[in-house]
């Protein structure tokens, strides 16, 4: 295995004279509520080896049942992919002597995969269509999860001890196998981006799975290889359990500047799995990739084979959800927005929110505005994704409608909101305890108005004289009397109103 790093070089260079292969392999946790082969809860954070069982744990005499929820939900990603659903296949035993696998064997599909030869359709930010071969997508369990304790980096060398929970372990996974993914050029990581996004998009439209990159319920494999302009396939590596979309990217650039280093140096390509460091955005040798035969396959014996029917597959067909960039085409219609608008929601996590917040009543210029200013920055503040914040989009739209109709404020609006997220009630509820009506009583605004005049004569003698923007001051104290429940732009025109000017 190679020890020593060589020195990298510049992608322009790399490109200029190597072709990149890339394939990549997502792995996918499903949301069922129990786990593949057992009955045991799947749910994410419980306390260390809390959700095991004598089946997830390998014992002896214990027998696995499939879920059946796990199985439509492969059926239904294979069909969102364009793959070919098999009417008749098997689980088998991948062999491999790890502690995180209680078993020592994953069941698994080997090769009879549930789904085969579909692909996926990607639209590049300049609007270049690129389609990806989808090579197969098979059902099996997950691992348990291993925690190096006493090392600098959470990893098992320099740690001092070793801890597993087996809470995942038999959790229900869907593995996405690309083909080779040829001709990407210098858009090989731009590619591998994409794919990776859009593949997290459409099984979060699917409702199988939440694809939360940052719990581990979807990580990426990306292989690569490079070989000289016009020459044979290179040997490939394998970059193991990407955790982000960002990531993905950085990944695949270095990885092709790394080959080219050890290349140009004369050196050969080590067929082995790699890790990706977030830190520095390096890959470091694994482990020599093992091949299939290396994992001595055989049918699983206690389970019966999968057979869905036509009939059923069609059944599931017709669950499918408009596509998320068909849903995304629509909605940019609807709303007469640009792609980069579009774009930005998407990336900030708020589409799903602002249609929602839309749904509810309010006009999309003003849900897109709440969602991705004010209420972005409340939950970078608070430290949370927007989903997380402790408000619905029915209360944003209420707000908005509480603005429109004159009884808020915009200034108003944000105390009411912080409030609301604040645990504090609804928005009326709010408006009610914290008494945040605008001040709409003419007389009640004429009266503070006058009051404001009287104490800054020489402001109002400005005003009378023809100096209009002087009113600013006679507003801002009329604001101040009324805890700015005042309509700012009513208060001017009285101002204007009453001096004559």
Request: net charge negative.
């Amino acid at each position: 295995m190679t020890t020593t790093e060589p020195e990298l070089v510049e992608f322009d260079d790399v490109v200029a004279r190597f072709d990149p292969v890339m394939g990549i392999e997502v792995h996918v946790e499903l949301s069922t509520n129990t786990k593949m082969f057992c009955g045991c809860p799947t749910e994410f954070g419980a306390e260390p080896n809390t959700q095991v069982c004598p089946v997830c744990l390998g014992l002896p005499g214990a027998l696995p049942v499939v879920n059946r929820a796990a199985v439509e939900s492969a059926i239904r990603i294979g069909l969102a992919l364009n793959c070919s659903i098999a009417p008749w296949g098997r689980f088998a035993r991948k062999n491999y002597f790890y502690p995180d696998m209680p078993k020592n064997f994953q069941t698994s599909q080997y090769d009879e995969p549930i789904a085969v030869d579909g692909f996926l359709d990607l639209t590049l930010d300049d609007g270049e269509v690129v389609r990806i071969g989808i090579e197969r997508a098979h059902m099996e369990e997950d691992t348990g999860k291993s925690l190096h304790v006493g090392g600098a980096d959470g990893r098992i060398h320099g740690a001092d001890h070793s801890l597993l929970d087996y809470n995942r372990a038999g959790v229900p996974l869907i593995e996405i196998v690309t083909k080779m993914i040829p001709d990407t050029g210098a858009r090989a990581p731009e590619v591998a981006r994409a794919y990776v996004t859009a593949l997290r998009d459409l099984i979060h439209s699917l409702g199988v799975s939440d694809v939360r990159m940052d719990q581990g319920s979807m990580r990426a494999d990306v292989n690569l290889s490079l070989s000289p302009k016009g020459g044979a396939l290179g040997t490939r590596t394998e970059t193991k359990n990407v955790n982000s979309l960002r990531s993905v990217e950085r990944a695949v650039r270095h990885e092709m500047s790394r080959q080219a280093g050890v290349l140009d140096a004369g050196g050969e390509i080590v067929q082995e799995t790699r890790h990706f460091d977030e830190a520095t955005g390096h890959t470091r040798a694994g482990r020599r990739k093992e091949t299939s035969e290396d994992y001595r396959y055989f049918p699983e014996p206690d389970l019966v084979p999968i057979a869905p029917s036509a009939e059923w597959v069609e059944e599931l067909r017709g669950t499918l959800p408009e596509l998320p960039w068909e849903r995304r085409r629509r909605i940019q219609a609807d709303w007469g927005i640009s792609d980069e608008e579009i774009r930005d929601l998407v990336n900030a996590g708020a589409l799903d929110l602002v249609e929602a917040t839309v749904a509810a009543g309010a006009p999309s210029q003003d849900a897109r505005s709440w969602w991705v200013s004010y209420l972005a920055q409340q939950a970078n503040t608070r430290g949370v994704e927007l989903t997380g914040l402790a408000i619905t989009p029915e209360q944003v739209a209420r707000v908005i409608e509480l603005v429109a109709a004159g009884e808020l404020t915009n200034k108003l609006a944000r105390q009411v909101v912080d409030g609301v997220l604040d645990g504090e009630g609804g928005p009326d509820e709010v408006v009610a305890a914290r008494g945040l009506k605008v001040v709409s009583d003419e007389g009640e605004l004429v009266a503070a108005v006058d009051a404001a005049l009287a104490e800054q004569p020489d402001v109002a003698e400005k005003i009378r004289s023809g100096k209009v923007a002087a009113a600013g001051a006679i507003v801002g104290a009329v604001m101040k009397a009324t805890r700015g429940q005042a309509d700012a732009k009513r208060v001017r025109e009285l101002v204007v109103e009453r001096v004559g000017a």
